[in-house]
């Protein structure tokens, strides 16, 4: 079975930071793509895109709003985490992990889509 769990949330007052990890079971991260996103808890309809590691090898990517203070990595085996420094009250958020992965699948490869559940971030004035 293939799951992603997300850890790592709570609460903190701005300035503060966070460490959040997701880690996989049942696949790995070595040809995949990774993504935070992250979602309004009163929207649900809404997701943004966080941070981002393509499966090219290139760079990291980041939404505007968190570059500087938020960073992802992965170890390319079964965990990703961001880290988050300087948060915002806008920051406050319902994060979630997805990863599109190669697998093997017979003789070729699938691409599949996995997301976590969600981890909630608050931050307070």
């Known amino acids: 079975q293939v799951q992603l769990v997300e850890s790592g949330g709570g609460s903190v007052q701005a300035g503060g930071s966070l460490k959040l990890s997701c880690v996989a079971s049942g696949f790995a991260f070595n040809d995949a793509t990774l993504t935070w996103y992250r979602q309004a808890p009163q929207n649900e309809r809404e997701r943004e895109v966080v941070a981002r590691i393509p499966d090219s090898g290139e760079s990291p990517e980041y939404a505007d709003s968190v570059k500087g203070r938020f960073t992802i990595s992965t170890d390319r085996r079964d965990t990703m985490t961001l880290q988050m420094t300087d948060l915002k009250p806008a920051d406050t958020a319902i994060y979630l992990c997805?990863?599109?992965?190669?697998?093997?699948?017979?003789?070729?490869?699938?691409?599949?889509?996995?997301w976590g559940h969600g981890t909630l971030v608050t931050v307070s004035p």
């Open positions: 997805k990863v599109d992965a190669w697998v093997p699948a017979g003789p070729t490869r699938k691409l599949i889509e996995v």
